[in-house]
Antibody
């Protein structure tokens, strides 16, 4: 059974950093691209970033470029999202999602982790 | 960036009623994907490559469309189908974009 379990969320002040983790199980992690998707009541679902199977290629939405870094450790079956210079508009539930194949649609999602950016 | 516009924003349907949700793309896309999200759960894949049902999805759900116009149809509404439905495009990326969702309620 495919499982994606996020951790690392919480309350953080504007300008500070936070690192999310996503532990994967139930599939060969290194065969799949991975992504982070966030959700807010006002903006709905927003793709944040994706990473290729080997980690050599990464992609970001414009609003997080230069502030967020997606990475993965295939030996640990885990992906990460390092979030720096956080802004109030980054407040959201962050989901870890698996791409179908290298960069296809999202076929499995984690349960989500809440990130609140507030002073 | 391809913008996906879903309609209606909200609707209610009676048990047994046929429901059609629409997703319009600002530019042509190759395929459309649909997700269902109930209460505070994470989104669940419903339909991929426009018309293929994901594993375990009841066959009262179907998808169709091409170019810039796509639809999700429920042939006979059931109470368990009350949820928010989102469309997704991958044709022109980055960014991957989602529609703003249709909230479907049971009457």
């Amino acid at each position: 059974e495919v499982q994606l379990v996020e951790s690392g969320g919480g309350l953080v002040q504007p300008g500070r950093s936070l690192k999310l983790s996503c532990a994967a199980s139930g599939f060969t992690f290194s065969n799949y691209g991975m992504a982070w998707v966030r959700q807010t009541p006002t903006k709905g679902l927003e793709w944040v970033a994706s990473i290729s199977t080997g980690g050599g290629n990464t992609y970001y939405r414009d609003s997080v470029k230069g502030r967020f870094t997606i990475s993965r450790d295939n030996a640990k079956n885990t992906q990460y999202l390092q979030m720096d210079s956080l802004r109030s508009e980054d407040t959201a539930t962050y989901y870890c999602a698996r791409h179908e194949g290298p960069f296809g649609f999202f076929d499995y999602w984690g349960q989500g982790v809440m990130v609140t950016v507030s002073s | 960036e391809i913008v996906l516009t879903q309609s209606p924003t909200t609707m209610a349907a009676s048990p047994g009623e046929k429901v059609t949700l629409t997703c319009l793309a600002s530019s042509s896309v190759n395929y459309m994907y649909w997700y269902q999200q109930k209460s505070s759960a994470s989104p669940k894949l419903l339909i991929y490559y426009t018309s293929i049902l994901a594993s375990g999805v009841p066959d009262r759900f179907s998808g169709s469309g091409s170019g810039t116009s796509y639809s999700l149809t429920i042939s006979s509404m059931e109470a368990e189908d009350a949820a928010i439905y989102y469309c997704l495009q991958l044709t022109s990326t980055p960014p991957i974009t989602f529609g703003s969702g249709t909230k479907l309620e049971i009457k």
